[in-house]
């Protein structure tokens, strides 16, 4: 399977979003109420924002996923954390579907941190998942995450966990 992406465009993406992010899987990305209105403003206030930004992944040129890349100095984590210069954020969400392909949340995480990392200039990839969300802990876990402790957000209780380069060559080649 080919991955790439596509920077988001609220306004042509938001219906398709809604559907990803309102489905009961997507329960800890924390729009399960929203209307397409709604997501299409939250991602209108991404694309404007100049430390946070989103895209639309494809799987064989397929919206398939959601990735948000965003400075975790001034985005999500800003003074809850010790920020490393070259530190870069993450979220993602694969879309629902009634075909699930062995493996393929895996495959879609890895490609992801490869990605970020491709950027020299980022050290680290760091992410916060509430720390109920097991599925995506286990996932991080096994591309290289390593665990820092429990950042109480205004929305949640968030795992921190933090991805070195070395770690994740240690994580996808074990």
Partial sequence: MRFSLRPLDPDADAELLHGWV???KA???????????????????????PHHDA??????????????????????LNGLYEH???DVGMHFLCAPTDRPIHGFTRAVIGWIVEWLFSDPAVRRVVVEPDVRNEAVQ????????????????PEK????SVCTRESFRQGVTA
């Fill in 22 to 24: 309102t489905h009961p």
């Fill in 27 to 49: 329960v800890f990305w924390m729009m399960q109420d929203a209307d397409v209105a709604r997501v299409r403003e939250v991602y209108r206030q991404i694309a404007a924002h």
């Fill in 55 to 76: 895209f639309i992944g494809l799987a064989d040129g397929v919206p398939a996923f959601l990735v948000e890349r965003y400075d975790p100095a001034h985005v999500e």
């Fill in 84 to 86: 490393e210069e070259g």
């Fill in 138 to 153: 286990a996932l991080n876990a096994a591309v290289g995450f390593e665990v820092v402790g429990v950042v109480a957000k």
């Fill in 157 to 160: 209780q968030a795992l921190l």
